[in-house]
């Protein structure tokens, strides 16, 4: 089996209501999409996580004149020599970033054909299902007017409930005080309903600010505080996490086993995000897992992109072990972002859909998805 060609589609569509986060607004849905064929016929999908705000046609460009020559006519199935080669290769003006999440698309790719040439999913090759369905938690509660729509994100707690779901994550990062005032709303909202909250500031914050909200929201029965400060200030994570109750979370924006090496020495965080599309694919990943495993670090992957993207993170997390073992372990959970996509539901033609605040893991070969080619030309770029 020898690849033939790989061919990059990068979608986007403008959003009916602009929202934003506390590193900008959000106008735009995009994605960079990788389609690797071989000489068998088949196809495989990756994606390229468009980190932050990031233009999708950058990763497009890397992989179309950087990536795309270095595997032609090699064979998927050595997937972990073709990373090291594409990372190597790149290593002068890559390692972190663009370039990765790259990488990532294309190694993703790869692991979606190795699966359908033997007919497996993704987490058989990956040593097996830990898991073969799991909880997820809504993403939302993103700000469309004010960094205070306490109100507004109160209600929206409440249908995130009706909806199934038991466990959602609160996006702060507006200002201590407003943040806090957020906090009280949702959680008056959703008081003595068995809800789970996590928040996340995507690294709003410095130290300072970091250590005072946490305090501020640490009897909140929190799951976890997700980027409190820069990901490349790994001091100030591991000054939040020893002064902060509440468990810390991050690595979304860190990338491979050797950027996850300097996180995880560093004592940064309890709970670790690699982004599949970002952090390296499922061959990153794998090395990520096993470098947690090693520090006592659970990982729970991060997850924002498309339906490929939701489809290769739950291939992951299925082959994802527990860190802390027990009769009954506190296992990884799945990112559901609510915000409007359609990529999601519509690349795919049968789209990642939860029951109940529960979503199954695709049991078919490769990602077990099925790609929606009217949707790839409705929204090229």
Not at 215 to 227: C, I, K, N, P, T
Not at 341 to 360: C, Y
Request: proline share 5%.
């Amino acid at each position: 089996m020898k690849i033939t060609d790989v061919r990059v589609h990068v979608l986007s569509t403008p959003l009916e209501q602009p929202f934003f986060f506390s590193q900008g607004w959000v106008r735009r849905r995009s994605a960079t999409l990788v389609e690797v064929t071989t000489d068998t016929g088949l196809v495989g999908w990756g994606e390229a996580f468009a980190q932050g705000l990031e233009a999708p046609q950058i990763a497009a460009a890397a992989i179309e004149h950087a990536l795309k020559p270095l595997v032609m006519d090699a064979d998927p199935r050595d997937h972990e020599v073709l990373w090291h080669r594409l990372y190597h290769t790149t290593r002068d003006y890559g390692r972190k970033g663009t370039i990765v999440a790259a990488i990532s698309a294309i190694d993703i790719a790869l692991w979606d054909l190795v699966g359908k040439h033997y007919g497996v999913p993704i987490y058989q090759l990956l040593g097996g299902a830990f898991r073969t369905r799991v909880q997820a938690y809504a993403t939302g509660f993103y700000r469309v007017a004010d960094p205070d729509e306490s109100p507004r994100l109160a209600e929206e707690a409440v249908a995130h409930y009706e909806a199934g779901f038991r466990a959602m994550k609160v996006k702060l990062g507006y200002g201590v005080a407003a943040d806090v005032r957020v906090m009280e709303a949702v959680t008056n909202a959703v008081a003595g309903r068995g809800v789970t909250l996590m928040v996340d500031t995507n690294h709003a914050y410095g130290v300072g600010d970091a250590v005072r909200l946490g305090h501020a929201l640490a009897g909140y029965g929190l799951r976890w505080y997700e980027e409190p400060v820069a990901p490349e200030h790994l001091a100030g994570y591991r000054e939040v996490r020893s002064r902060c109750a509440i468990p810390i979370a991050g690595g979304e924006n860190e990338h491979t086993l050797y950027g996850y090496r300097d996180l995880l020495a560093a004592g940064a965080v309890d709970i670790a995000q690699p982004d599949i599309g970002s952090a390296g694919g499922f061959t990153g990943c794998r090395h990520i897992v096993a470098l947690a495993q090693s520090h006592g670090v659970q990982v729970n992957p991060h997850v924002w992109g498309s339906a490929i993207a939701q489809a290769a993170s739950l291939q992951l997390i299925a082959a994802v072990p527990v860190a802390h073992h027990s009769v009954f372990p506190e296992e990884p959970i799945f990112e559901y972002d609510r915000s409007a996509h359609p990529f999601r539901q519509q690349l795919i033609t049968e789209p990642v859909l939860h029951r109940e605040g529960w979503v199954e893991i695709p049991a078919g070969p490769g990602l077990g998805v099925e790609v929606d080619r009217e949707v790839l030309r409705r929204y090229a770029v």
